[in-house]
C-alpha cells in the first residue's frame, strides 16, 4: 500500500516518504524489501526517503555480528545505503542499523551502536546519529521483557543537518519518550525531524499518536515517523502506522500496518508561520 498527499509546487515545499517494513531475521529479504519500498519512494517524488527502525537486522542475536560487518571497508548495509541513494538520486535516513563502532571510529568489542545514518543523493553519508535512549521494559506482549541496554551501547550526541526537505533533527524509537531532545533539536534549528521506530503494538497502540503529535505541537515543526508494522517473528509484533505530521499536529499521511511507503510535501511557510503566530519559544519562563 502507499499514500501520497496532494499540494501544489512550491520553493519552500518538498516531498519527502515515510517507509513501512515487516522486517523478519532474513536480511537479504529485509534489504530486497528496503531496495524495492526505496524505489517507490523516488517514483512518488520523494527527495529524502526515511527506513525504519532495524530495516536490515531486526533480531538481537544477530546485532553484534553484523556491527562488527559494518566496521569493514565494505560494510554491507552502509554500502547498500550508499548505492541506493546514488542509484535512485535519493536522500536516505537509513533508519537504524548496528554499528560496532563510536563516531570518532574507536571500536566496540562487547556491544553496538543502533546508529542513523544519512546519505545523500551522490551516496556521500552525511550523518550520523547513535540512538541515545534505550528501551529497557517490561511490555505486556509475547516478548515480554526488552533490555536494549544489553546489546547497545548509548550514543551522546544530537544530530542536525541541513537537507533538500529543510533542516532535519535525527532521533530513533524510544527517544519519543524524552521531549528534552525535541526542544535541543528545535533550539539547533530543526524544522522537521526524522523517527525510524519500532514500537511494540502494545506500546505503539497506547502512546503512539499522542507522543508524536505532542512533540511536533510543542517544537512546532514537522514529524516523519516509519516504522515496523505488523507480525515480524513468532514473538514480536510491532505497531506500524508510520506517519507524517504537520508543525499543527495534523496527520497529513499514515500507513496502519504492512509494508509500504507514505509521502508528503512538507512545507517549510507552515512552520514559519506556526512560529510567527504563536511565538511559544518567546514565551518560555524555565
Not at 517514483?43 to 526517503?49: L, R, T, W
Not at 530495516?55 to 546485532?63: E, I, K, P, W
Not at 546519505?119 to 517490561?138: C, E, N, P, S, T
Request: charged fraction near 25%.
Amino acid at each position: 500500500m502507499s499514500a501520497v498527499t496532494d499540494s501544489s509546487n512550491s520553493e519552500n515545499r518538498r516531498r519527502v516518504a515515510a517507509i513501512q517494513m515487516v522486517s523478519g531475521h532474513d536480511i537479504a529479504k529485509n534489504l530486497d524489501d528496503a531496495e524495492r519500498l526505496l524505489a517507490e519512494a523516488a517514483k512518488q517524488g520523494a527527495k529524502v526517503a526515511v527506513l525504519p527502525e532495524n530495516f536490515a537486522v531486526l533480531s538481537t542475536r544477530q546485532m553484534l555480528e553484523h556491527g562488527q560487518h559494518e566496521n569493514a571497508p565494505d560494510a554491507p548495509i552502509q554500502t547498500f545505503l550508499k548505492e541506493q541513494a546514488k542509484k535512485l538520486g535519493l536522500w536516505i535516513v537509513g533508519g537504524s542499523l548496528p554499528i560496532a563502532s563510536r563516531p570518532d571510529g574507536t571500536r566496540i568489542s562487547d556491544r553496538v551502536r543502533a546508529s542513523c545514518v544519512v546519505y545523500d543523493d551522490q551516496g556521500q553519508q552525511v550523518a550520523r546519529y547513535d540512538k541515545i535512549h534505550l528501551f529497557d521494559a517490561m511490555v505486556e506482549d509475547a516478548h515480554g521483557q526488552y533490555r536494549e541496554s544489553d546489546t547497545f551501547e548509548p550514543g551522546e550526541e544530537l544530530v542536525v543537518i541541513d537537507t533538500p526537505a529543510g533542516r532535519l533533527g535525527l532521533a530513533i524509537c524510544y527517544d519519543l519518550r524524552f521531549p528534552e531532545i525535541f526542544r535541543a533539536l528545535r533550539e539547533r534549528g530543526a524544522e522537521w525531524i526524522t523517527l525510524p521506530s519500532a514500537f511494540t503494538w502494545n506500546t505503539g497502540d497506547a502512546h503512539w499518536h499522542a507522543l508524536i503529535r505532542a512533540r511536533a505541537i510543542e517544537n512546532q515543526l514537522w514529524m516523519v515517523a516509519p516504522g515496523q508494522g505488523g507480525q515480524n517473528s513468532e514473538r514480536r509484533r510491532t505497531f506500524g502506522h508510520s506517519l507524517i505530521c504537520d508543525p499543527w499536529g495534523k496527520i497529513v499521511s499514515e500507513l496502519e500496518e504492512g509494508m509500504g511507503v507514505v509521502s508528503a510535501e512538507l512545507d517549510l511557510d507552515q512552520v514559519k508561520t506556526i512560529r510567527t503566530q504563536m511565538p511559544v519559544w518567546e514565551h518560555r519562563r524555565l
